[in-house]
């Protein structure tokens, strides 16, 4: 194993935890940026560019048949292997966060429709689908298996936030582990099928999973309800007949306790186990090669190479497979430096020298990671989401949400209702809170939905007060459906006048006495 460090990144702020790398036949693809795409690359992929000692991410484009692909953080990417040309080169996409931090149900399907030089044009479908659908989620994994000439996709695992009805404006920001529920999709008609097996009886996230043939082992991964990394390591086998499909689990020993791992492929049945955490404040500097057979698993440690200082002293770090034995990963910058969006990159080769290239080639396996680099944001890898989440403040520690980084948040430049007004290009700011972006609020009905407190006319006063209550919060559309909370709207005081009295009387003056008896000759 051998470890080189990337002298010069472009653009290398954009490059964040949670990121995926796509390897399209040898080019590797970065899906997942920092922020929303802005107006140079608007679709947010980018090709890796090696130039000798620098990196360089070229955009990518999509064709108008394509549907629109968000930067996802921390969704649970797969390829889709066929022996037909067509669908030789194929992703899946589920879930993940957004930059408005908001949860994705949905699922992609992502390839190449041309190529010319370095130019490289995507096609992205959203995938329909029915059913018992997988509620919004990160940090888990999708697989697809083989059986009796069938593909079914497989997702498992992963954390949410929790039920809207038990959301409230001091834990908004909490996430819980998904039921361990095993959801299969048929890849053709998108219809979901959830399965309850008595072996899996608690939540988990940020595991990997290896996949051959018709089963699945999962091995690892974070309970954020005890904060543990229970040594899991089940193989998940599915059998699809003609007719409803046959899952068993089996709970097999010799796993390990990590979380937010990555893993990359060197041979046929050879996979190499790099990164990831023992606890909370505990890299994992060890490594592990997994042999991976039609009935057998073996996990064996390795020699880990040479780290440097930066790395072992650390507290987190993030990356990806970039396929054929290669491991990009990244460690958080020093504070000395200017931009302290920047990060030291690597890349880690775990092939022997020597070994064919065409060895690393996947051909019914592939390996899967919950967005293959689970969360570094404020603690290690993948973990340092969690933990990011694990206490009840209303503060959200994300590292990805902080203000305010000089992107162009688009999901600010909504139009939140009918009367909204607030333009990217006419907007100044109206709260003394706001820099440069509006202060937006999010309404509880139904789904929810953000709304700007300016269209929403709310004072300054009352949006502070709003952020510091334990209530729901409803905009001026929706709250004669259900409220706790409603918009008061502002109303004027009416300027009157006094009136003035029709017949004033004037007060009586008393007569002196010279006056009196003036009065009395006059009338004598």
Not at 63 to 69: F, R, T, V
Not at 269 to 286: A, D, I, P, T
Request: proline residues 6%.
């Amino acid at each position: 194993m051998s470890l080189q460090m990337l002298p010069t990144i472009n653009h290398s702020s954009l490059i964040q935890p949670g990121f995926s790398l796509l390897n399209f036949n040898g080019q590797v693809f970065l899906f997942g940026q920092k922020g929303w795409p802005k107006r140079s690359c608007p679709t947010g992929v980018f090709l890796l560019d090696f130039k000798k000692d620098e990196l360089k991410l070229r955009p990518a484009s999509f064709c108008k048949d394509s549907c629109y692909l968000p930067p996802l953080r921390y969704p649970a990417v797969c390829p889709i292997k066929s022996s037909t040309d067509a669908e030789k080169c194929q992703y899946i996409i589920h879930g993940g966060k957004n930059p408005n931090n908001e949860l994705s149900d949905k699922l992609y399907i992502l390839n190449i429709a041309s190529k010319t030089n370095k130019k490289f044009t995507f096609r992205c479908i959203e995938k329909e689908l029915v059913g018992e659908i997988p509620e919004p989620r990160y940090g888990h994994t999708v697989d697809v298996v083989h059986s009796q000439g069938k593909k079914m996709i497989v997702i498992i695992g992963g954390r949410s936030y929790m039920a809207l009805g038990q959301r409230t404006t001091e834990n908004w920001n909490r996430v819980v582990d998904c039921l361990p529920h095993i959801y299969l999709i048929d890849p053709e008609f998108g219809c979901c099928t959830s399965y309850v097996l008595p072996e899996l009886q608690n939540g988990f996230s940020f595991h990997f999973s290896l996949t051959r043939n018709d089963t699945i082992y999962i091995i690892g991964g974070h309970s954020i309800e005890t904060n543990t990394r229970p040594p899991n390591l089940y193989k998940i086998k599915i059998d699809l007949p003609i007719g409803s499909p046959a899952v068993n689990c089996y709970d097999l020993s010799g796993g390990i306790s990590v979380s937010s791992a990555i893993v990359t492929q060197v041979k046929e049945n050879e996979f190499v186990l790099v990164g990831g955490y023992h606890s909370e404040n505990q890299k994992r500097m060890v490594c592990n090669t997994i042999y991976l057979d039609d009935n057998k698993i073996e996990i064996v440690e390795r020699e880990a190479p040479e780290w440097t200082p930066d790395i072992k002293h650390g507290k987190i770090w993030f990356g990806n497979d970039m396929g054929n034995g290669v491991i990009l990963f990244g460690i958080p910058g020093d504070n000395k430096q200017l931009n302290l969006d920047a990060n030291y990159f690597y890349m880690l080769r775990c092939k022997e020298l020597g070994e064919s290239e065409q060895d690393s080639e996947q051909v019914t396996q592939v390996c899967s990671q919950s967005s293959t680099e689970d969360a570094g944001e404020s603690t290690p890898f993948e973990d340092s989401e969690e933990f990011s989440f694990t206490f009840d403040s209303i503060t959200y520690t994300d590292t990805y949400n902080e203000d305010d980084e000089e992107d162009e948040l688009e999901g600010y430049w909504i139009t939140c209702s009918k009367r909204c007004d607030v333009a990217i290009n006419t907007w100044v700011p109206f709260y003394s809170t706001e820099l440069n972006k509006p202060a937006m609020i999010f309404c509880s009905n139904g789904d929810g939905h953000w709304v700007h407190a300016q269209c929403m006319e709310l004072s300054e006063n009352m949006l502070l007060h709003l952020s510091q209550v334990n209530v729901k919060y409803f905009c001026n559309e929706h709250a004669t459906f259900t409220r706790d909370l409603q918009t008061p709207k502002e109303k004027l005081p009416v300027g009157k006048q006094p009136m003035k009295a029709l017949r004033r009387r004037t007060p009586m003056k008393m007569a002196t006495p010279m006056k009196k008896s003036f009065i009395r000759k006059l009338f004598e």
